[in-house]
Nanobody, 128 residues
Framework: QVHLVESGGGLVQPGGSLRLSCVASGFNLNLDNYAIGWFRQTPGQEREGVSCINNNDGSTNYADSVKGRFTISRDNAKNTMYLQMNSLKPEDTGVYSC???????????????????WGQGTQVSVSS
């Protein structure tokens, strides 16, 4: 059974940084033909794709709103995925969840219904 657990969220001032972690069990985050990614959601808003990794070639995809500020990565030895978030803005506030799913296209996509397994999420709050 796939189990994803996020950590690393918290309260940070604008311009600050956080690193989120997603530890997987019952599932190899490096599995071929899979994509892994991060999504976020705020109350009253639809879930938004933040970033993902194509396990087949390691290519990544980012939402325009986070390009240049966020970096997704994976540590295969620890079976853990990370999201390094720099230059945080108040609009980055939300519950961040990691996800894994079959790779359906040649690139990973930031569409939540492309992912089958989800963590519970970790709260990120950016405020002065």
């Amino acid at each position: 059974q796939v189990h994803l657990v996020e950590s690393g969220g918290g309260l940070v001032q604008p311009g600050g940084s956080l690193r989120l972690s997603c530890v997987a069990s019952g599932f190899n985050l490096n599995l071929d033909n899979y994509a892994i990614g991060w999504f976020r959601q705020t109350p009253g808003q639809e879930r938004e794709g933040v970033s993902c990794i194509n396990n087949n070639d390691g290519s990544t995809n980012y939402a325009d709103s986070v390009k240049g500020r966020f970096t997704i990565s994976r540590d295969n030895a620890k079976n853990t995925m990370y999201l390094q978030m720099n230059s945080l803005k108040p609009e980055d506030t939300g519950v961040y969840s990691c996800a894994a799913g079959s790779l359906l296209w040649s690139v990973c996509v930031l569409v939540d219904n492309s992912y089958d397994d989800w963590g519970q999420g970790t709260q990120v709050s950016v405020s002065s």
